[in-house]
Nanobody, 126 residues
Framework: QVRLVESGGGLVQAGGSLRLSCAASGRTFNSYTMGWFRQARGKEREFVAAISWSSAETSYADFVKGRFTISRDNAVNTLDLQMNSLKPEDTAVYYC???????????????????WGQGTQVTVSS
């Protein structure tokens, strides 16, 4: 069992930065692939970024490449998402999630994630 709690969301102007964090409880955090997803109002939840258990592999949605960076610290069971050059279209609720599947294919698919946080709101004003 893994419990996930996101923090760090807020209101920021376009071009600004935010850093999201996800605190995980559970002894097996370092065995999970971790991901960030987001859901804008009226839209489906979509993949943002993922990182393997060892941090050796990362993957990003095309719309955040070069702007967002995912990282994790297994020593303290945390997952982060550094978001730079934010755009109004990045406005959404951001969720962290954990999956026991490995590999870039599974990491992008919501259906393969076992655990989800409650989400944190990110609002980017123009």
């Amino acid at each position: 069992q893994v419990r996930l709690v996101e923090s760090g969301g807020g209101l920021v102007q376009a071009g600004g930065s935010l850093r999201l964090s996800c605190a995980a409880s559970g002894r097996t955090f370092n065995s999970y692939t971790m991901g960030w997803f987001r859901q804008a109002r009226g839209k489906e939840r979509e993949f943002v970024a993922a990182i393997s258990w060892s941090s050796a592999e990362t993957s990003y949605a095309d719309f955040v490449k070069g702007r967002f960076t995912i990282s994790r610290d297994n020593a303290v069971n945390t997952l982060d998402l550094q978001m730079n050059s934010l755009k109004p279209e990045d406005t959404a609720v951001y969720y962290c999630a954990a999956t026991s599947y490995s590999g870039p294919y599974y990491a992008t698919l919501t259906g393969f994630y076992d655990y989800w946080g409650q989400g944190t709101q990110v609002t980017v004003s123009s």
